[in-house]
């Protein structure tokens, strides 16, 4: 193995070790955003300041190591500007598609940013939905507007309150 050989064979392990702490850092924001999503269920709130705080621990590092593995990866251009290279691209390129611990590992990184995506999305969805839950409750208990606390009566006609719907006894 020549030196250009034994220099690039350097420059894809360093790579391949960033790649491997990125998967399982983002497997592991994965894992975070899980048990984030059973907090809001559980309405926990203590652990769901945990495991926010803990998910921008991860994503502050994932930044940090997929900006790194990008700088490594990016191919400079003709105007010495750095060509953005995705991950399937540097692997074609470099002759790894046949090479099962590179694909796997890509495999692997978008299968846990796939669920990462999904589960910030689902939570997102459980925390307004919670919001609109509660300020919906807010609004038909301490309305605004006294003519908008109505009540029904027994005869089905509505009639209107000059207490909150809460001292009505409801």
Same mark, same amino acid.
């Given at each position: 193995?020549?030196?250009?050989?034994?220099?690039?064979?350097? *420059?894809?392990?360093?790579?391949?070790?960033?790649?491997? !702490? !990125?998967?399982?850092?983002?497997?592991? *924001?994965?894992?975070?955003?899980?048990?984030?999503?059973?907090?809001?269920?559980?309405?926990?709130?203590? /652990?769901?300041?945990?495991?926010?705080?803990?998910?921008?621990?991860?994503?502050?590092?994932?930044?940090?190591?997929?900006?790194?593995?990008?700088?490594?990866? /990016?191919?400079?251009?003709?105007?010495?500007?750095?060509?953005?290279?995705?991950?399937?691209?540097?692997?074609?390129?470099?002759?790894?598609?046949?090479?099962?611990?590179?694909?796997?590992?890509?495999?692997?990184?978008?299968?846990?940013?796939?669920?990462?995506?999904? *589960?910030?999305?689902?939570?997102?969805?459980?925390?307004?939905? /919670?919001?609109?839950?509660?300020?919906?409750?807010?609004? *038909?208990?301490?309305?605004?507007?006294?003519? !908008?606390?109505?009540?029904?009566?027994?005869?089905?006609?509505?009639?209107?309150?000059?207490?909150?719907?809460?001292?009505?006894?409801?």
């Amino acid at each position: 193995m020549n030196n250009l050989q034994k220099k690039n064979q350097q *420059l894809l392990d360093e790579i391949h070790s960033i790649l491997t !702490e !990125e998967v399982v850092l983002y497997e592991s *924001l994965a894992d975070t955003a899980y048990q984030k999503q059973k907090a809001i269920l559980e309405n926990n709130v203590q /652990s769901l300041a945990k495991f926010t705080g803990l998910e921008q621990t991860f994503i502050r590092k994932g930044n940090a190591l997929t900006s790194k593995r990008l700088e490594m990866t /990016s191919e400079r251009g003709k105007n010495h500007k750095k060509k953005i290279m995705s991950l399937a691209s540097f692997i074609g390129l470099n002759n790894l598609l046949k090479n099962e611990e590179w694909v796997g590992m890509e495999n692997r990184l978008n299968k846990a940013l796939t669920k990462v995506k999904r *589960l910030n999305q689902e939570n997102s969805i459980l925390l307004k939905t /919670s919001i609109n839950f509660v300020q919906d409750l807010i609004r *038909l208990y301490y309305p605004k507007n006294e003519s !908008e606390s109505k009540i029904y009566t027994r005869d089905g006609k509505t009639e209107a309150q000059k207490k909150a719907v809460v001292d009505c006894g409801v």
